[in-house]
């Protein structure tokens, strides 16, 4: 499987978790492509943290430039959207108004601590509003390949990137398997697309026990 | 009502080396483009910036920052400007990350007077710093420190002569907390009216808080999505 | 988007005793009046309330405070409701004093989910009570604690049936930061439109902070001006 | 002289401050007459904390229950003003963006100390804003009859009622005199409607040195 395709597993195992009602943050990288996989049927608010809420699809044509997502690409408003300071943006996402939260993760641990904001000497994007969003979001997911281009694991016993925050994420889904965070670690919910068990644990660094329906 | 509407000369005139400069945006928008081009042509340097991130290396505060004549960034992230970061690697740029939604209420608890607040977010991360620890009954919080500027460059969509200010869009962002923030607050704004022709219910930031106001041109420059194939997806804005 | 409007027995069921319960207003200027009388009705009691002031014994939150069912009172001032004052003295209100500004930013502390601010407002005069103090660098500040309520009282001109909101005038004051501090926040709007009919640009709160809507139907008390003869100056809104 | 002559000197007199130009916060009592002796061509912007910058007077007819000043009482709006919420009025204040604000006063000491929210045991108004404003207004003035109606005097070597805030006043104003503080205790700077120095002496509790005018 290349990269490209797991991009598109991930995203679309990741779409089934976004409800009608809901407001979604989405991140950049996996996260973006989301809304791609969306049932018509989904009415969800998708929140920007540059100031949007109700944030539609990219234009057709005639992108305005004052008007962008987070990642500085241009989109549309909904009808009953509206904009606001980043001030206002980041209380709603501290405050738990935002629903969930789907973040691109570099690794995530057995307890649910993300790290996905800098690889020290090799990339430094910074924090942006990561960590607000992990503080705040009611459902933290995070979503990445299931490891390293080299295999080596980022489903870590204790991630060893610096940490964008502790003890917030709910739900790891990768292109391999689907993992929810418990008080008591993780616990693998799904196998996702013919993957082994075998196989999930050989690429999983961190423990995780099973959900009665995979016993 | 003072008319506070002046030159991009005069305001060349207020710059200064070692100065603080708040400036607004996100990614480049709601940045003032007018300004950060007068800001350029200045020839001021060792400049201590403090906004969102660091723009792209052609668009936003990022023009200016690739020119070496910053000497600190507080900023949420660099991601999007490869050249800011070689800067910082190289020790020619001093940079704070702040997490995004701290750092803008960094701004606004100068700009509003007050003396700093509490949070925990950041707290045991590498963001953490040196930043005082306080506790408060059983619980232990980072302590976020005030920014004012020296200066503050902000983007209006329009401004009464008086300096009431409306935006446009999410080029709004930072930039109401940015103009209260500024000790000169000079704001580069698209459409420039007497007062009276704004809506006294839709003026964002009240005039009071502005000092010098500019005629924009517009935005002068290309946009990522103006030239797709100029930048991998790792160079653009990440948060 | 959800619609969110709904009725005032819905609302009359929401409340309960000794619930802390925010509204907005100044003077009762801003404070939503059928909400208001929907306390009075519900029976509830011991309740907590914050807010800028005490209003007047006819007009605004003084409606239901003169009926000693409330426990406790955050406010800037109780000068213009004379009963408040007789409540304090008898031991029947706990009336906690806040300077006017500090309250509504600790109101907003809460309400954006910050922990608190410095300030060195109040600081050694009575209104410090036991607030902690916080050394930071060579100088010391009182501490603020955030505020939310389980209840919070909002007024808005128009409110679209999400819950995105416009003010009017002087009776926006305190009620925007309200709105996003309470658990439950409930809106009373002179006018209720579908979502789209708002200018998304002069939205001052958007809906995603609010819980339930019901439809306005005006101020049910006369101000001050309608009864020059019942007031001495010394009862009037003081600061 | 009664109370009410005694007002209309001290907010007479208290209007000479207010210059074109001048962002102005007015107090209640007192300090609310002064807009009445403002010469014509004098420019100003009256800021009410509730939330108006460019208050206008009264309105003739129709007053707006939604349109007030900080006393509770309409008022109107100037062309070019403005409305805003509470914590964006402080925000102003504390900056410093407000040149001056008139406050009435209980009681000030020789350093400029102001005392006046509550007479304990007596009158329980509340402090309302005049914390931040005597906190961040570049020129404090305080208005006030120079003794209670027995006589006592309000100028005082040290307050004796709860303190407002320390060290805020930059200007005395009373139907007698007009005192400024300095670094080194009041300055007695203009004696009003022919007082005499003696009696100014006799009450006032706090020292004051003479302007050289007045020597």
């Given at each position: 499987m290349d990269m490209g395709d797991a991009r598109q597993i991930i995203a679309r195992r990741a779409a089934l978790e976004v409800k009608s009602g809901m407001v979604v943050n989405l991140g950049i990288g996996i996260p973006s492509l989301v809304p791609d996989f969306l049932?018509?049927?989904v009415d969800v608010l998708f929140q920007a943290e540059n100031g949007i809420l109700g944030m539609g699809p990219t234009p057709a044509v005639n992108a305005d430039g004052n008007l962008s997502n987070a990642a500085g690409y241009p989109v549309t408003l909904l009808t009953g959207g509206c904009y606001f300071d980043s001030a206002t943006s980041f209380a709603m996402i501290r405050r738990g108004r935002v629903d969930v939260s789907i973040l691109g993760a570099l690794q995530v641990s057995a307890d649910g601590t993300l790290a996905n904001w800098i690889v020290p000497g090799?990339?430094?994007?910074?924090v942006g509003g990561a960590m607000e969003l992990a503080f705040g979001a009611a459902n933290l997911i995070a979503l990445m390949t299931h490891t390293e281009k080299d295999g080596r694991p980022k489903i870590m016993r204790t991630c060893t990137l610096p940490v964008t925050a502790y003890r917030c994420v709910k739900k790891i889904i990768t292109e391999k398997a689907v993992f929810a965070v418990t008080a008591e670690g993780l616990r693998l919910e799904e196998l996702l697309e013919g993957t082994s068990l075998e196989e999930v644990r050989q690429c999983t660094e961190a423990p995780f026990t099973l959900s009665p329906q995979l016993m | 009502m003072t008319n506070k509407v002046t030159t991009y000369d005069h305001v060349a005139s207020l710059l200064f080396d070692g100065m603080t400069l708040l400036f607004g945006g996100f990614g480049g928008v709601g940045t003032p483009p007018g300004l950060v081009d007068t800001l350029i042509q200045?020839?001021?340097?060792d400049v201590h910036l403090v906004g969102n991130d660091a723009g792209f290396p052609w668009v936003g505060m990022g023009k200016f920052i690739v020119l070496g004549r910053a000497k600190s960034l507080v900023a949420s992230?660099?991601?999007?400007?490869p050249v800011a970061g070689e800067l910082m690697t190289a020790g020619k740029l001093q940079v704070e990350f702040c997490p995004q939604g701290i750092l803008v209420e960094r701004i606004r608890s100068g700009g509003v007077g007050l003396n700093g607040f509490l949070t925990?977010?950041?707290?045991?991360?590498?963001?953490?710093?040196d930043k005082p620890l306080v506790t408060i009954g059983d619980k232990q919080f980072l302590y976020e420190a005030p920014i004012t500027g020296d200066i503050a460059f902000v983007y209006a969509r329009k401004a009464d002569t008086f300096g009431n200010l409306v935006f446009d869009k999410t080029a709004r962002n930072t930039n109401p907390f940015v103009a209260m923030a500024g000790k000169v607050t000079i704001v580069e704004a698209d459409e420039i009216v007497e007062?009276?022709?704004?809506d006294p219910e839709e003026v964002v930031v009240p005039g009071i808080f502005v000092t010098h106001i500019v005629p924009s041109s517009g935005y002068n420059w290309k946009w990522i999505w103006e030239m797709p194939d100029k930048l991998s997806r790792d160079e653009r804005p990440s948060k």
């Open positions: 049932a018509p049927e090799k990339r430094v994007p910074g | 200045s020839n001021v340097r992230h660099i991601g999007s400007n925990e977010i950041g707290k045991g991360t590498h963001l953490q710093y007062p009276g022709a704004l």
